[in-house]
């Protein structure tokens, strides 16, 4: 084995690892806050954030099982059988399931000599899907808990030591889960154009960290002022986003009632970042859906004024308000950046010859390709995927 391909395989284990081990970390800092908010009194608190987690949870466990019945039989063999899975999902463990049959994956290649064709892509299959489900984790979970922390400091004029811990890992963990699944989408979809570089990565990172973060903010001040009507704003908000990809066609997910769950999810997305899920020019759907939160940000100050000038906790707005500010401006200018000299569509590569990694024209329809995954890298990088040899277009998901 290429030294150059060990040393990649072994860093996309160290980092399956680390982001197994986040999941549990930010787990149980949950549930630490959980039983903090119970020991304090504080019940609504505790059962807001454990109804988050729940609900969370439960959609995790269904986008697993929709796709693990709906991959080829004998793709994932051996594996248990599906009572024993279908057991493991019931308890809320199948995302875990998951992320252990990535490792024992990732593992076995990085031990074999020369790993086969199939074992890397069987690799790429697997950790695809975990980089898809860890994302809609963070937006389905951590980022409303983020939310709901951020409120609940605003509100008490303090912040005891599990809140700050949790804040900071929440923010750090939202921006790693959209670099990782970019960073995946990238390379195992588009494997002949070039790996997301540091420089690149840590300007992926902070614009999506930036912008961000002023979104949620505008959302835990609300929901500080204006607790009782913070359920109404996102709910309304909600449906608008749920017609727009209604709107757009999704076909995600292998049938009609399923598709329902991605879009509901992709609403979600959509009530705090971007998130690219039709074929096509993304430019024109992106500057309207920022301006559609930059508007609904603009009216949320402007309730704001109309009912007080100060918080619960005596912070004041004008203190906050132009940080938020400057946090979207610099985090649109390094969007503008990242698209305009660092975007894939930026660097046409020439073809790999036949025979790589990069194009397996030979061998392609006995290889493992996560199809569902391939249409979402489409549309993502929408100008890119005309130079980048997309020979699954058309194909139905699974083994080819």
């Known amino acids: 084995m290429p030294w150059s391909l060990h040393a990649a395989l072994l860093w996309d284990l160290v980092l399956g690892v680390l982001g197994t081990f986040a999941f549990l970390i930010d787990l149980g800092a949950d549930l630490w ?8 009194g504080r019940y609504l ?5 454990l109804a988050l987690l729940g609900l969370a949870s439960v959609a995790l466990q269904l986008f697993s099982w929709v796709w693990l019945r709906a991959d080829p039989a004998g793709l994932h063999a051996p594996q248990p059988s599906r009572r024993c899975l279908a057991l493991l999902h019931l308890l809320q463990l199948g995302y875990l399931y998951r992320c252990v049959q990535g490792l024992k994956q990732g593992l076995s290649v990085w031990q074999q000599e020369a790993p086969s064709e199939f074992d890397l892509a069987y690799a790429d299959f697997l950790s695809l899907d975990i980089s898809m489900l860890r994302l809609f984790e963070t937006f389905l979970e951590t980022t409303p808990q983020l939310t709901l922390v951020l409120a609940i400091v605003l509100r008490s004029g303090q912040a ?17 889960a959209l670099l990782d699944y970019h960073r995946a989408l990238r390379a195992c979809c588009f494997p002949s154009k070039p790996l997301l570089g540091l420089g690149s990565s840590v300007i992926y990172f902070l614009w999506n960290l ?9 959302v835990a001040l609300f929901s500080a002022l204006l607790p009782r009507y913070v359920a109404l704003h996102f709910l309304g908000l909600w449906l608008v986003l749920l017609f727009w990809v209604w709107l757009q066609g999704t076909d995600f997910m292998p049938d009609s009632c399923s598709e329902w769950l991605y879009r509901a999810t992709v609403a ?38 109309t009912h007080s000038d100060w918080l619960p906790s005596g912070i004041l707005l004008q203190m906050l308000l132009p940080v938020a500010g400057v946090c979207f401006l610099l985090g649109l200018a390094l969007r503008l950046v990242y698209y305009r000299w660092l975007h894939p569509s930026r660097r046409q590569e020439p073809d790999q010859v036949d025979g790589t990694w990069g194009l397996r024209s030979l061998e392609w329809h006995h290889l493992p390709q996560n199809q569902r995954m391939a249409q979402l890298a489409q549309n993502f990088f929408s100008k890119a995927r005309d130079g980048a040899a997309m020979p699954w277009k058309g194909e139905g998901n699974g083994v080819l």
Not at 33 to 40: G, H, I, K, N, R
Not at 45 to 49: E, G, I, P, R, S
Not at 160 to 176: D, K, L, N
Not at 271 to 286: D, N
């Open 33 to 40: 806050a959980a039983s903090q908010y119970v020991l304090s």
């Open 45 to 49: 608190w505790a059962a807001l954030v």
């Open 268 to 305: 979600t997305i959509l009530y705090f970042s971007w998130f690219s899920v039709a074929e096509g020019h993304t430019r024109g759907r992106a500057a309207i859906h920022l301006l559609l939160l930059l508007s609904d940000s603009v009216l949320t100050v402007a309730t704001w004024a």
């Open 210 to 218: 930036l912008l961000l973060w002023p979104r949620v903010l505008v």
């Open 160 to 176: 005891e030591y599990f809140q700050w811990v949790g804040i900071c890992t929440s923010f750090v963990g939202i921006s790693w």
